[in-house]
């Protein structure tokens, strides 16, 4: 089987993370974003991988190179000279996704993160023998999203609303699809839609067919949806009962830490708390909901809480950060400041406070 990623654009919506990688590069729980999906692709069978990209191929592919061997699956880019939607893509990858086998491809939006039902995907797909399966995920305000409309007992998709004003049905696509070669017949090589265009067609003909994801689901292309994903994501190991997950009487509720990372006396770590590769937390330290990047440095009796802390920074003695702060790579947070909210661009000292959100260049 095969598979194929829309990596598209520059990650706005993450910098300045995004200034340091690629998007699909930033770490989610210790993992590159990308690798999740790809991980999950492996495991039912998928054998090939493309990447719809079209900014640093070459960084992409050069990351990727050792996780094709260690998983065993091959990686290629289709790069886009354009930005060609969520449907061009696919007409761009036309050669590189049929082989003639006549099998299903997935298709998967690259800021997805969930527990990935593929197994169920290709069973419910084979089952009703329509033309594409779409997964679709409930959510508390559809009047943000478009809406998919779909008949409860056989996930016939009727039609799309988006953002609707009145109330249609709580389950919005949950950028997770399940293709025959078929609907590539159906895409033109152009920027074009898959969600406006291409499906309303497909569901037209009562070909399209939805199933409701199991478990969480959240797009983290943005810093308060990173943080609410990753609460989400740790929960799902809990539940799964994993042993990945840190203990003792200086956690509170589910962290992650990288067993390279060092962890000094009398810190208090949780709720919702990812700690990268080779970083070290001084005495005394205070951090919930938050990542840091590997090789990050927090000093004594800093406190952290709702930010995401970039490569290779520091946190000074008796800081404070939170409130959605995010500091790029190499960042410095000199002892006793207060950021309420600064996103800081890489390279930066910080030596006075930022007293409300703001960007600092």
Request: hydrophobic share 40%.
């Amino acid at each position: 089987m095969k598979a194929l990623i829309l990596v598209g654009g520059f990650g706005t919506r993450l910098r300045p993370l995004t200034l340091s990688v690629p998007k699909p590069l930033v770490e989610f729980a210790n993992k590159p974003m990308i690798l999740h999906q790809i991980e999950a692709l492996k495991a039912v069978g998928v054998t090939e991988v493309v990447l719809a990209i079209n900014y640093q191929p070459e960084v992409m592919l050069n990351f990727l190179k050792e996780f094709e061997a260690k998983l065993g699956i091959t990686i290629t880019c289709s790069q886009e000279t354009e930005p060609l939607g969520t449907a061009g893509p696919l007409a761009l990858a036309r050669d590189k996704l049929i082989d003639g086998s006549g099998e299903p491809f997935f298709v998967l939006n690259s800021d997805v993160i969930s527990e990935y039902p593929f197994k169920e995907m290709i069973e419910f797909h084979k089952c009703h023998g329509g033309e594409a399966s779409i997964m679709v995920t409930k959510v508390d305000e559809p009047s943000k999203y478009g809406v998919v409309v779909m008949e409860e007992s056989t996930g016939q998709v009727d039609k799309f609303v988006e953002k609707p004003k009145l109330f249609v049905g709580n389950k919005i696509n949950a950028g997770i699809y399940l293709l025959n070669p078929s609907v590539l017949d159906r895409i033109e090589l152009r920027p074009t839609s898959i969600e406006k265009e291409v499906f309303p067609k497909i569901a037209a003909e009562k070909k399209l067919y939805a199933m409701v994801l199991p478990g969480f689901w959240m797009d983290i292309g943005q810093p308060r949806d990173y943080i609410t994903g990753l609460r989400l994501y740790l929960d799902s190991l809990r539940k799964k009962a994993s042993t990945k997950l840190a203990a003792g009487p200086h956690i509170v509720g589910n962290v992650l830490v990288h067993e390279s990372a060092k962890i000094g006396e009398g810190c208090l770590i949780g709720p919702d708390v990812a700690i990268g590769p080779g970083c070290v937390v001084e005495s005394g330290v205070r951090l919930s909901r938050c990542t840091m990047m590997r090789g990050v440095r927090v000093k004594k009796h800093a406190c952290i809480s709702s930010s995401i802390i970039g490569w290779h920074s520091t946190v000074g003695q008796w800081a404070r950060v939170e409130n959605m702060t995010i500091l790029g790579e190499d960042v410095h947070v000199c002892d006793e400041i207060y950021s309420n909210g600064g996103v800081v661009l890489p390279h930066k000292e910080i030596k006075s406070s930022i007293l409300k959100p703001e960007i600092v260049m």
